[in-house]
């Protein structure tokens, strides 16, 4: 088998170890043992640069990859991180030393493929619009863990509220934690068109709370108060890193369903151009929105979306949910036309897929979004569906004269 690189490594990486296979020639290799403190990487940096390693190539193994990585690629030395279900030893041969040889072997002769690493500074955007992701998932079940609270005082403001963590929500909570719970004066408490739900909110309001559901509530409100006072500071800083990619951002948000949060994290997660994909369908793969191949003897085994960046993949099909609400949008339109045939959910994904196309050709092209409208599969299919209607009618009994205006 060809050889491409003559001197390589291979690394299995654990918490409190690092495993090391250097080849520095054809036949030869050498297998050393590093710790992961800092000092000790410092080691292997120039246990490599000592022997002229032309690559180096590591799991994604958790968090314990990226700070090998980073001073690595500060220092200068070719790294590339390979996915784990790609590089799979012979069962009933795994050590970690067999392990980093085993790498460092599949490098030698190019037989493993480098994963997307954006640069540091793309990585950091990642990491803290993933952090501002579970901060909103934290409020929203600090507000849930709210509403079971009431539920048990039977306070049915979740009822008549659409949110209870609005501005009317958060006034009346206020007051019950201060100790008001005449149903009048709370119900008072609202603004805007809260206030037309002002007999509702009476009957809402009228329940048995007692000390310890206060205290409950005021623990709890806190926290929710506290997340958003961070996610504030982290809008701020996501803000910041996104300046130079207002362009594209502004561009995103043309397209149905995607708004300024959705925009940066696409950004944050795929970059803010695609000349590391291929092409849209390489795009597509990596997001993990394309069917997998499964194929054997001409019959296919599975048809499912495979696996690809979870991160990404959740916020375009959360944009997608939103999308197909619109309908003057051509999403719309293609959502309908596949559920009826395919079913909701499949429907739904396809939306994805159709979105993640158009965010790879505009973020590529830098051109804005051009929405072909609800009306695109009706104008183009007229013939079809005159003759589909005509013969309908025909099986019911009926003779159709066809007349043209």
């Known amino acids: 088998m060809e050889v491409i690189y003559k001197q390589c490594c291979g690394i299995d990486i654990h918490k409190h170890m ?10 030869k290799k050498e297998i050393r043992l590093f710790g992961t403190m800092t000092d000790d990487i410092l080691q292997l940096v120039q246990w490599l640069k000592e022997t002229n390693c032309e690559m180096t190539a590591m799991e994604s193994t958790g968090n ?22 790609h590089i799979k030893g012979v069962p009933g041969r795994k050590t970690d030393v ?7 072997d599949l490098v030698r002769h190019g037989l493993v493929k480098a994963s997307y690493i954006p640069d540091r500074e793309q990585r950091e955007l990642r990491e803290i619009t993933r952090y501002r992701q579970e901060l909103t998932e934290e409020r929203t ?3 849930n863990r709210i509403q079971s609270v009431l539920e048990g005082a039977n306070i049915k403001l ?20 201060n100790g008001e719970t005449n149903p009048d004066e709370l119900s008072e408490l609202a603004k805007g068109l809260a206030r037309d739900k002002i007999p509702e909110l009476r009957r809402a309001l009228k329940g048995s709370i007692n ?24 809008n701020d800083e996501i803000k910041r890193k996104t300046m130079s990619y207002e362009h594209q951002i502004e561009l995103l948000e043309e397209i149905p369903g995607i708004g300024e949060h959705s925009a940066q994290r696409i950004i944050a997660e795929a970059g803010a151009s695609m000349e590391q994909f291929k092409n849209a369908d390489s795009f597509s793969s990596w997001v993990g929105l394309v069917p997998e191949c499964k194929e054997s003897a001409g019959k296919k085994m599975s048809t499912k979306i ?26 719309y339109a293609r959502y309908q036309k596949i559920a009826a045939r395919r079913g909701g959910k499949r429907a739904l994904i396809a939306i994805a897929h159709s979105m ?13 979004f051009r929405d072909l409208g609800n009306t695109y599969y009706t104008e183009k299919n007229t013939e079809k569906i005159m003759r589909r209607n005509i013969k309908s009618l025909e099986n019911l009994g009926f003779k159709v004269d066809v007349l043209k205006s």
């Open 306 to 331: 495979r696996k690809g960046n979870k991160y990404l993949k959740s916020v375009i099909v959360e944009c997608a949910r939103s999308a197909i609400r619109n309908k003057t949008s051509f999403f």
């Open 64 to 85: 314990y990859w990226k700070p090998v990585y980073n001073i690595l690629e500060e220092n200068k030395i070719p790294v590339i991180i390979v996915n784990a279900q």
């Open 158 to 177: 979740g009822s008549v509220l659409s949110h209870i963590h609005g501005k009317s929500g958060m006034s009346i909570l206020r007051a019950i934690i």
């Open 211 to 234: 000390e310890h559901q206060i205290k409950m509530l005021k623990c709890q409100l806190n926290h929710v108060n506290m997340i958003n006072e961070i996610l504030e500071e982290v």
């Open 356 to 368: 993640i196309i158009a965010i790879y050709h505009i973020l590529k092209d830098l051109q804005p």
């Open 141 to 143: 079940r600090e507000l």
């Open 18 to 27: 690092l495993a090391a296979c250097v080849f520095p020639g054809v036949r």
């Open 98 to 104: 067999k392990d980093a040889e085993w790498i460092a």
